[in-house]
C-alpha cells in the first residue's frame, strides 16, 4: 500500500486484512470474543430489573453513572466494570486480527524516515512505550475504582487484565529482544500464547463464576431470569457475591429498585 506523506508516495508495509491465520491466532480471536460475551452477560446480572436489550441497559447504566458522577452507586460500578471488560477485549479480538499496531509503527516509520529523525528515533520510541504504559496504568487503576469494595470478587477480572496489559505492553515495545523474549517458548507453547491466552481465560472464568454465582445460564438464556440450565428457578436479580442476602431484600436500593440509587438500570430506557 502506498501513502502520501506530504514530500512524496512511500510504500506502507501493511494492509487490511487477516493478520495471523493461523490456528493459535484464530484460537485467540475466538476466546476474546467468548470471554466478550461471558463478561456481557455477567453485565446483565449485576443491574437489575427486566430483561431488556444489552444497548438500552447500557444506555441507562451510563445515565446513572452521570447522575450519580463521580460517586456512583455500588451496583453501578459492579455493572459498569463488566461492560467495560467486554469493551476492552472486544477492541482487543478486532486488533488480533487487523494488527493495528503494526500500522501504527509503520506510519511512524515512515513519518521518521520523511522527517529525516529516522536515526534519532529511539526517544520517540522510549516516549511512546511509556505512554503506553501509562494508558494500562490508568486503565487497571480505572478497573480497580469500579471495584473498590468488592476486589474479592473481581481478584480474577483485574488479574487477567493486569497479564494483558503486561502483554499489549511487551507487544508494543517492539525491541529485538522483547520479540525473542516472549517467542520463547515453555513447555512446547510460546510466552506471547501463554501471556495472552491465561489473561483472557482469567477474566473468562471471572465472569463465568458470576453467572454460576447467579444461578443464569453461561452462553443460552437471559441472564438473571432464572431460567435455563443452571438456572436457580426465581430470582430476577441475585445479590453480589459479598452482599448479604437479607441485606439485599431488606433494601430496596440495595436491590436495585427505584427510588434512589440504580432506578434508571432498574427501567432500561
Given amino acids: 500500500m502506498l501513502v502520501d506523506m506530504g514530500a512524496g508516495m512511500r510504500e506502507l508495509q501493511w494492509s487490511a486484512g487477516i493478520g495471523d491465520p493461523t490456528f493459535m491466532g484464530w484460537l485467540t480471536v475466538v476466546a476474546y470474543f467468548a470471554a466478550t460475551w461471558l463478561c ?12 431488556r436489550p444489552y444497548r438500552h441497559a447500557i444506555a441507562a447504566l ?3 453513572v452521570r447522575r450519580h458522577w463521580p460517586r456512583p452507586p455500588a451496583p453501578a460500578r459492579r455493572a459498569g466494570l463488566w461492560v467495560l471488560l467486554a469493551a476492552i477485549l472486544a477492541v482487543l479480538g478486532v486488533n488480533k486480527q487487523l494488527d493495528l499496531q503494526s ?18 528515533r529511539r526517544p520517540i520510541q522510549v516516549g511512546f512505550i511509556g505512554a503506553v504504559l501509562v494508558a494500562g496504568a490508568g486503565l487497571v487503576v480505572a478497573l480497580g475504582w469500579l471495584a473498590r469494595g468488592h476486589l474479592r470478587d473481581f481478584r480474577l477480572a483485574l488479574g487477567g487484565m493486569v497479564v494483558l496489559v503486561t502483554f499489549v505492553v511487551l507487544r508494543a515495545t517492539s525491541f529485538h529482544h522483547i520479540d525473542i523474549l516472549i517467542g520463547t517458548r515453555v513447555a512446547g507453547l510460546e510466552l506471547n500464547w501463554v501471556l ?3 489473561g483472557i481465560s482469567l477474566v473468562a472464568v471471572a465472569a463465568g463464576r458470576r453467572l454460576r454465582q447467579a444461578g443464569a445460564p453461561l452462553w443460552r438464556g437471559w441472564p438473571g431470569s432464572g431460567s435455563g440450565s443452571g438456572g436457580s428457578g426465581g430470582s430476577s436479580r441475585p445479590t453480589a457475591p459479598s452482599e448479604p442476602r437479607a441485606a439485599a431484600s431488606a433494601s430496596p436500593a440495595a436491590a436495585g429498585e427505584e ?5 434508571k438500570i432498574t427501567q432500561l430506557g
Fill in 40 to 51: 456481557l452477560r455477567a453485565f446483565m446480572v449485576e443491574k437489575a430489573g427486566p430483561p
Fill in 62 to 64: 451510563w445515565r446513572v
Fill in 103 to 120: 500500522l501504527i509503527t509503520e506510519l511512524g516509520r515512515i513519518a521518521a524516515i520523511e522527517g529525516g529523525w529516522y536515526e534519532q
Fill in 196 to 198: 495472552e491466552l491465561g
Fill in 259 to 263: 427510588p434512589p440509587v440504580v432506578g
